[in-house]
Each structure stands twice: as C-alpha cells, then as structure tokens.
C-alpha cells in the first residue's frame, strides 16, 4: 500500500502561548476618524441653534445680576426653556407677549388660549400655567400670616391677579376664621358671558364645612367696569341674609374690573 504524503504541514500551536484580546474589546467601536473643524464625528459644534452659550448668559444674568435685569421677554424666554431642550426661545417669548398684550397677560392666559397660539403645545402651555399657580400660591401664603381687614393693599394685589385679567365672569369667596385670617379662597361658580348664578344657600354650607365665622365675597366683570349691577346688589344681599342666620358676617363684596375695583362695604351697599 502506496504512503500518501500530506500536501499541507500541520503546526502545532500551544493553547496558552495564544494571544487573546479582552472581550470589552469585541464590544468597542473603532474611534471615529476626526472632523476638519476637529470636533468627533456625530457630535453637533453648538449645543442648540441659538446663540453659542445663550442660555448659560441668561442664568448668569439672572442670578448675579437679579431679576430686575431682565426685560418681560427674557424672563418669559427663559421660562420656556423648561419646554424647549434646545433651540431659541425669545422669538417664542416675544409672539407670546405680541398675542397676549403682556407678560401678565400671557401667564393669565387660559390653558386652550395658550395651546392655540402657534409653536406652543402642551409642555410650553403647562410651563407658562405652573409658574402663575407658584406666584399665586405665594401671595396667598403671605395672607394667612395676618388678619386681612389689616391688610387691604396686600389682598388687593392678590385679588387683582388672580381675576382682573380673567376672561369669563367669576364669583369667589374668602372663608376667614374668627381673627380674620384666611381659612380658603375658592371658586364658587364661573359663567361664559356676563352673569354666574351663586346660590347662598351653598356659600353658607361650605363655610360651615370650613367652621368660618366671615365671608369676602368677590367676581370679576370682563366689561373692565366694576360698578355692580342690580343682579350683583341683590345676590350680596340674598347671601348677607343666609349667613346672618348662622352668625356668619359677610365683611364685604369686592368687584374686579380692568385695573378698578368697588367695595360694597366703601360704597354703603352692604
């Protein structure tokens, strides 16, 4: 029988003397090759598409130079910022001002009124929302620390906030404890046009829920004019009635109108 002779040589290799590489470096990419303008490839040259460093500006402005430095528009810009990741906010922050008539104006904005406006969806409409709810909720805090009969200017300003710009009529009362102090502020009824149905018998209730021993009663006029109509002279009186039954006096009735406002206690219609 004829020797058959291998065409190829067979080399053994030792198992041990193989040079393995480290598994991390089966699972690593290659390092991308640099750019002409020396950033790595993938990466963006400007961390958004405005101004290089625009809002790392606007902080500093903000916390070294205080809020005062910063005109309606930059404080809005810089709101929205919470909504946009990126991008350039003012051109936004100054439409907004431009449709709404003011900065005020804009946080005042009802939620639809927002969504509306061109460029802003849900995230922008919530951002600009929360921030009136902390400035509302702050001037509230400031009234439960004193008696609100001593502090006219103060609950005016809130007043004024919280329903001078308001589009739709709106009828509120301020429950306040035996001192004066606020127990609640709540909405009682809110109507589309001209005129919201308040029911005493309900305003009494719910204060006997609170256990207040006064009432302020307020509401909007979206006219601007403040002077109460006949419905709003009676309704004060209806509900004057209701809570005297209870020991419950009514200190006052407030209506809002543009940048005006009537006390029916100051005008002897209470």
């Not at 810089?78 to 906010?89: E, N, P, Q, V, Y």
Request: aromatic share 6%.
């Amino acid at each position: 029988m004829r020797e058959v002779t291998p065409r190829f040589k067979a080399t053994r290799v030792d198992v041990a003397e193989r040079p393995f590489a480290p598994p991390e470096a089966y699972l690593e990419a290659p390092p991308a090759p640099p750019r002409p303008d020396g950033l790595p490839m993938g990466e963006k040259p400007f961390p958004s598409t405005g101004p290089y460093g625009h809002r790392q500006r606007m902080r500093e402005k903000l916390l070294g130079r205080g809020p005062e430095a910063l005109a309606d528009y930059e404080v809005l810009e810089m709101l929205l910022f919470a909504a946009f990741r990126d991008g350039d906010t003012k051109p936004l922050a100054k439409a907004l001002i431009n449709r709404f008539g003011s900065f005020a104006k804009v946080l005042a904005a009802p939620p639809d009124a927002l969504m509306a406006a061109p460029d802003i969806g849900l995230h922008a409409a919530a951002a600009v929302k929360i921030v009136q709810a902390a400035a509302m909720r702050m001037m509230q805090a400031e009234l439960l620390e004193q008696p609100l009969l001593n502090n006219w200017e103060r609950l005016m300003g809130y007043l004024t906030a919280a329903l001078s710009r308001e589009k739709i009529e709106q009828f509120r009362v301020l429950f306040l404890d035996s001192k004066n102090r606020l127990i609640a502020d709540e909405a009682q009824a809110r109507c589309t046009v001209n005129h919201t149905p308040v029911y005493p018998r309900e305003v009494v209730k719910r204060a006997l829920e609170l256990h207040a021993t006064a009432l302020i009663l307020v509401h909007n006029h979206p006219s601007g004019d403040p002077t109460p109509s006949r419905a709003d002279i009676e309704m004060t009186a209806a509900v004057k009635g209701a809570a005297a039954v209870l020991e419950i006096v009514v200190h006052d009735h407030l209506i809002l109108g543009n940048g005006r406002w009537t006390s029916f206690r100051r005008e002897g219609l209470l």
